[in-house]
């Protein structure tokens, strides 16, 4: 038995645990949780039972918001997870690289180092995640998020200062955050095929984005939205703004015409797919759409590549049992 007069279980009878569960689950494992928590902090210090704690209660939450590993919702976010991450991680790159290379990053300092600590994050958590370290990476999307939030309410309560600059984007580095730390951590793919195509997705985000960023840097005009471009530039730049959600989808119908992948969390990451309807051309992605008409042009080319992908990854996964049922040379079972 746990001894009750250890600070570490002085503290855990102060806070709510069992009562977090469903009454259902909650009557028939209600012991079973106790009797886990009290083994897990038999020799635990302070720190080490609330992490424990913290853990069993955010598995609480995710069944009764029915978010856990077993219910649809939770299958979707975890499937979404991963190339949530590895966007987020793929756009910091992008970011970080520009702000090393843009002509005044040096003349203040402490504005690009604001800016880089609330971006930073996002790509050791996607290497986190590929190593197998789910909680690291999940405690670096947390800092983030929270990190990004600060800033934005710092920018709202002090509107003349630089820190305005970080605020376009907000919506999309919470949203995609959100969903990643929401998301039941036992139900992410974590095997090595996984994690790959996660790699993968960010690596193939982040180059070209990268390319056309360095490539126009130094010669953005400022009144960029009345120039007039060449048709072929300007193709380019309109095709820049859909590369990210054309990865994603292609990961997307890898999944979905995979007969081993649950369609649900292939389902995922379509989700993962949808953020990128606010992203804009070169040089720094660092603003959303101001013009309602690229927000629908957007809205519209990601729409019509998960149609695509949903239409031909149903194919393939329809099609391949017919096939391996009528290769040449199957015969029918010896009964």
């Known amino acids: 038995m746990t001894d009750s007069h250890t600070p570490a279980s002085a503290l855990l009878r102060?806070?709510?645990?069992?009562?977090?569960?469903?009454?259902?689950?909650?009557?028939?494992?209600?012991?079973?949780i106790a009797a886990v928590l009290a083994e897990a902090v038999r020799h635990a210090d302070r720190r080490e039972a609330l992490r424990e704690w913290a853990a069993l209660a955010a598995h609480a939450l995710r069944l009764r918001t029915r978010l856990s590993s077993r219910d649809p919702a939770g299958r979707i976010l975890a499937g979404a997870a991963p190339f949530l991450l590895a966007g987020g991680a793929a756009l910091s790159v992008v970011h970080l690289l520009t702000w090393l290379l843009l002509p005044d990053s040096s003349t203040d300092f402490a504005r690009e180092a604001v800016g880089a600590a609330q971006t930073l994050p996002w790509v050791p958590a996607l290497l986190c995640l590929t190593l197998g370290l789910r909680a690291p990476?999940?405690?670096?999307?947390?800092?983030?998020?929270?990190?990004?939030?600060?800033?934005?309410?710092?920018?709202?309560?002090?509107?003349?200062?630089?820190?305005?600059?970080?605020?376009?984007?907000?919506?999309?580095?919470?949203?995609?955050?959100?969903?990643?730390?929401?998301?039941?951590?036992?139900?992410?793919?974590?095997?090595?095929r996984g994690r790959s195509w996660t790699m993968a997705s960010a690596v193939a985000v982040a180059l070209p984005m990268s390319g056309l960023a360095v490539l126009w840097l130094g010669t953005w005009p400022e009144d960029y939205g009345n120039v007039v471009f060449p048709s072929s530039v300007q193709g380019v730049l309109d095709a820049s703004t859909v590369w990210p959600a054309s990865v994603m989808t292609l990961?997307?119908?890898?999944?979905?015409?995979?007969?081993?992948?649950?369609?649900?969390?292939?389902?995922?990451?379509?989700?993962?797919?949808?953020?990128?309807?606010?992203?804009?051309?070169?040089?720094?992605?660092?603003?959303?759409?101001?013009?309602?008409?690229?927000?629908?042009?957007?809205?519209?080319?990601?729409?019509?590549?998960?149609?695509?992908?949903?239409?031909?990854?149903?194919?393939?996964?329809?099609?391949?049992?017919?096939?391996?049922?009528?290769?040449?040379?199957?015969?029918?079972?010896?009964?």
């Open 251 to 335: 990961a997307y119908l890898l999944h979905l015409g995979s007969p081993d992948t649950d369609p649900l969390r292939a389902g995922g990451v379509a989700l993962a797919v949808l953020p990128w309807t606010v992203m804009v051309a070169p040089p720094i992605y660092r603003s959303g759409p101001t013009d309602h008409h690229d927000l629908l042009r957007n809205g519209g080319a990601v729409l019509a590549l998960l149609a695509v992908a949903t239409l031909v990854g149903t194919l393939r996964r329809t099609a391949r049992p017919t096939r391996a049922g009528t290769r040449p040379g199957a015969s029918d079972p010896t009964p």
């Open 137 to 192: 990476a999940r405690a670096l999307v947390l800092l983030a998020v929270l990190s990004r939030l600060g800033v934005a309410a710092a920018a709202h309560f002090h509107p003349g200062t630089a820190l305005t600059r970080y605020a376009d984007l907000l919506p999309l580095w919470v949203v995609m955050g959100v969903l990643v730390l929401i998301a039941p951590p036992d139900a992410v793919d974590g095997s090595p």
């Open 14 to 32: 102060r806070l709510p645990l069992i009562g977090l569960y469903p009454a259902g689950y909650r009557a028939a494992h209600g012991e079973e």
